[in-house]
């Protein structure tokens, strides 16, 4: 069956996502728009299109050590794990400001809207980490406010080959399990049981609205192909960070960031990794 894409968020959108957690809104970018984006993170990989202050870490599997994490990029590779501050990138800003996550975030947040983190999530080919049980929380992460939107993208087909997400359907109703993100081996056992957990499959250019209360994992890629996919956490304007102080990058509203004028984002608004 042809996968639907919502042209708008409705009630019967709504009531489905506080059920699941989630919920599939379809391919929002155009073939044409996904090639654009898949060629600028390669380029942004491989260090032919560079930002200063932009986070950078590589896959372990690839360096053989643990977690490398670099601001700026010091190798040219496709095995990257992970990378932070995209919406630096005008590509990337202007899909975190598609019409359709306009009109989720101003029924979720309202009219101002900041991005806790703009992410790339990598499972190079053949390569990958495994991303343990966990919900994504604000005190874990180091903020003030739970925020509750995330929509990930699907840049390459995700299955369970290429590491795609599992999740536990409605297990954002638990509420917060604990406050620092990863979730226990005793609410593992009584929650991700085999029978409640599904795979969350995606076809390149999918994108998913996910509840931050959602139970979530990812596993490895065993495929010869990269699993590529974007994650953005919207929230209110006023969250701040309680370490720094600091507020976090606005996408919709007053002062938000234009894909015309963004420009790289400063060294003090990366002193702090938050997540
Ligand atoms: O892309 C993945 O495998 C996991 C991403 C994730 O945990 C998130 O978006 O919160």
Redesign the pocket.
């Known amino acids: 069956m042809p996968l639907e894409t919502l042209s708008s968020f409705e009630d019967q959108h709504h009531d489905q996502f506080m059920e699941q957690g989630y919920l599939r809104l379809g391919k929002l970018l155009s073939p044409d728009e996904l090639a654009a984006i898949q060629q600028r993170i390669d380029d942004i990989m491989l260090g032919k299109i560079r930002y200063d202050n932009m986070r950078f870490q590589l896959d372990p599997r690839h360096t053989g050590t643990a977690m490398t994490r670099t601001v700026g990029n010091e190798e040219a590779t496709l095995n990257y794990r992970r990378i932070d501050d995209l919406e630096q990138d005008p590509l990337f800003l202007a899909y975190m400001q598609h019409p359709l996550i306009r009109q989720i975030t101003r029924r979720y947040i309202g009219e101002d809207v900041a991005v806790f983190r703009s992410m790339f ?1 990598n499972k190079p080919a053949e390569r990958g980490t495994e ?1 343990v049980w966990h919900q ?1 929380i604000g005190v874990g992460w180091k903020i003030d406010t739970n925020p509750t939107t ?1 929509v ?1 993208t699907a840049f390459d087909a995700a299955t369970v080959h290429s ?1 795609c ?1 599992q999740i536990v359907p409605g297990s954002n109703n638990l509420g917060i399990l604990n406050e620092r993100h990863f979730t226990s081996e005793e609410d593992q056992a009584k929650y991700t049981r085999d029978e409640d957990v599904i795979d969350l499959e995606a076809e390149a250019g999918e994108a998913i609205l996910l509840h931050n209360f959602l139970l ?1 994992r ?1 596993g490895v890629n065993t495929t010869t192909s990269p699993r590529r ?1 974007f ?1 953005a956490t919207y929230m209110d304007v006023t969250t701040r960070s309680v370490v720094t102080g600091d507020t976090f990058p606005i996408v919709f509203g007053e002062d938000a960031l234009s894909p015309d004028t963004v420009t790289g984002k400063s060294a003090e608004r990366i002193k702090f990794f938050h997540g």
């Open positions: 999530m991303l994504d995330t990930w590491g997400m979530h990812s996919a994650s």
